[in-house]
């Protein structure tokens, strides 16, 4: 078994500001992904990467930037963050591209 | 259009009542995906199913791609049971997601 890890849990931002949520995994897959989820509809893809190094964007890419300097690891910026903005960002990884994909806990965002 | 389109958006039923819970698809799939999200909380895969009936405890899942569409069956709920049910179309690396059911169950 595995786990994936977020940091932080909860975060709280200025308007503006540059923020960075962070993603481990220790199931050793390949691909991982950041979606967004707002508040009672479904998710959202901002980034995925098929392997280290590698990163792909989803059709929410556009405000964020990602880093997946190692296989282990995804990260995403929100490059400024929008005022009354309020979402759970979600780190899923998979061992390919065909196959189930497992999910983090959420960091939730919010900022004022 | 949705690609995927899940229904309904949202299901209250007693406790033993079972719940049917559909998604239709317009776009071609490796397989269809049933995830689990309690409220606050993070998703738990239910089935990966490309096609065909699977089965896990009360849970079945069925994929008929001919017809574009994958349901979720709970037998005998429980409340338990009550939280988001979300479909993900899985194509190649992608996820295509339904907008989710809102399954309460009541005591």
């Known amino acids: 078994g595995g786990i994936i890890t977020q940091t932080p849990k909860f975060l709280i931002g200025q308007e503006g500001q540059k923020l960075t949520l962070k993603c481990q995994q220790n199931f050793n897959h390949d691909t991982m992904y950041w979606y967004r989820q707002d508040s009672g509809k479904g998710l959202r893809l901002i980034y995925y990467?098929?392997?280290?190094?590698?990163?792909q964007k989803g059709d929410l890419s556009e405000g964020y930037d990602a880093s997946r300097e190692k296989k282990s690891s995804f990260s995403l910026t929100v490059t400024s963050a929008q005022k009354n903005e309020m979402a759970v960002f979600l780190c899923?990884?998979?061992?390919?591209?065909?196959?189930?994909?497992?999910f983090g806990p959420g960091t939730r965002l919010l900022v004022l | 259009g949705q690609q995927v389109q899940q229904s309904p958006a949202s299901l209250v039923l007693q406790e033993g009542e079972n719940a049917e819970l559909q998604c239709n698809f317009s776009t071609s799939l490796n397989s269809m995906q049933w995830f689990y999200q309690r409220p606050g909380g993070s998703l738990v895969s239910l089935f990966y199913n490309p096609s065909g009936t699977k089965h896990s405890g009360r849970l079945t899942s069925t994929t008929v791609i001919k017809e574009r569409r994958s349901s979720l069956h709970i037998s005998s709920s429980q409340t338990t049971d009550s939280g988001t049910y979300l479909c993900a179309l899985d194509s190649n690396y992608q996820l295509i997601w339904g907008s989710g059911t809102k399954l309460i169950i009541k005591p």
């Open positions: 990467s098929i392997t280290e190094n590698d990163l």
């Open positions: 899923a990884s998979t061992p390919g591209g065909a196959d189930t994909q497992y």
